[in-house]
């Protein structure tokens, strides 16, 4: 099996025609994993032991309860989206091209936009899927290592939304002086078309992929844009690390 964007577009289109929905579903058990990796590559059953691996390495991982009473929950279920953002990660794939199905990934209804809170969810996924593998301390600890994630997309997040309405605003003033150009010179018509556009862009709230990765690749935040993605790791890597929380 070639691991590259149209493979993952196929596992994600079955995922969705089961689930519906990609947001917080869950795979119940080890041999459903199997059934739709088998159905969706038309390839030999993979091998339990491979099953097993990715199942375990994509339960969700949370602490439960309060002070003396917390504990370590592992989640029944492997998480479907976060093993289809590791792979998306792990493929061979140019750098854009992995932004852009990051994107089209975490876009549930596939509307070519996103809420602000999705845009943070994203961010916040990335971070967190491979976290232990690219912590620069080691905590010995999956939840602090996902706390540390939370923390680093959130300041990702804020960086970007700002270039997004900096970006938003150097365009409706655009807009604006076109419309007035235009009023200027008579057309009527195409001032009109201006004020709608202008009101538009006013009343959005979602984002799209142009506005996203215009604002990453902003020359103020371009070390963000070859940092947004965890840096380079072998499947093996990913596969063997053991997550864990020392208990005290």
Request: aromatic residues 8%.
């Given at each position: 099996?070639?691991?590259?964007?149209?493979?993952?577009?196929?596992?994600?289109?079955?995922?969705?025609?089961?689930?519906?929905?990609?947001?917080?579903?869950?795979?119940?058990?080890?041999?459903?994993?199997?059934?739709?990796?088998?159905?969706?590559?038309?390839?030999?059953?993979?091998?339990?032991?491979?099953?097993?691996?990715?199942?375990?390495?994509?339960?969700?991982?949370?602490?439960?309860?309060?002070?003396?009473?917390?504990?370590?929950?592992?989640?029944?279920?492997?998480?479907?989206?976060?093993?289809?953002?590791?792979?998306?990660?792990?493929?061979?794939?140019?750098?854009?091209?992995?932004?852009?199905?990051?994107?089209?990934?975490?876009?549930?209804?596939?509307?070519?936009?996103?809420?602000?809170?999705?845009?943070?969810?994203?961010?916040?996924?990335v971070e967190r899927v491979f976290a232990?593998?690219?912590?620069?301390?080691?905590?010995?600890?999956?939840?602090?290592n996902n706390f540390v994630a939370d923390k680093k997309a959130e300041s990702n997040f804020h960086f970007i939304m700002g270039m997004i309405k900096h970006q938003t605003e150097k365009k409706q003033l655009r807009l604006k002086a076109q419309s007035e150009k235009a009023k200027e010179k008579g057309g009527k018509k195409r001032s009109d078309k201006l004020d709608d556009v202008h009101q538009e862009e006013n009343e959005d709230n979602l984002i799209t992929y142009r506005e996203f990765i215009n604002a990453i690749k902003a020359q103020a935040l371009r070390d963000l844009y070859k940092r947004i993605l965890p840096r380079t790791l072998g499947f093996k890597d990913v596969l063997m690390c053991h997550r864990q929380e020392t208990m005290y």
């Open positions: 099996m070639q691991l590259n964007s149209d493979t993952i577009k196929t596992l994600a289109t079955a995922f969705k025609n089961y689930f519906t929905t990609l947001q917080n579903k869950r795979v119940n058990n080890v041999s459903q994993l199997q059934k739709f990796l088998k159905e969706s590559f038309k390839e030999p059953e993979v091998a339990p032991a491979l099953a097993q691996a990715l199942y375990e390495r994509f339960k969700p991982y949370k602490l439960d309860g309060y002070k003396e009473d917390t504990h370590v929950v592992s989640d029944t279920g492997m998480d479907v989206l976060d093993l289809l953002l590791a792979l998306n990660l792990l493929a061979r794939i140019v750098y854009d091209k992995k932004l852009k199905l990051l994107f089209e990934l975490c876009d549930d209804d596939d509307d070519g936009c996103m809420t602000p809170e999705d845009i943070l969810n994203m961010l916040q996924r232990q593998e690219c912590a620069r301390v080691d905590f010995d600890s999956t939840i602090l």
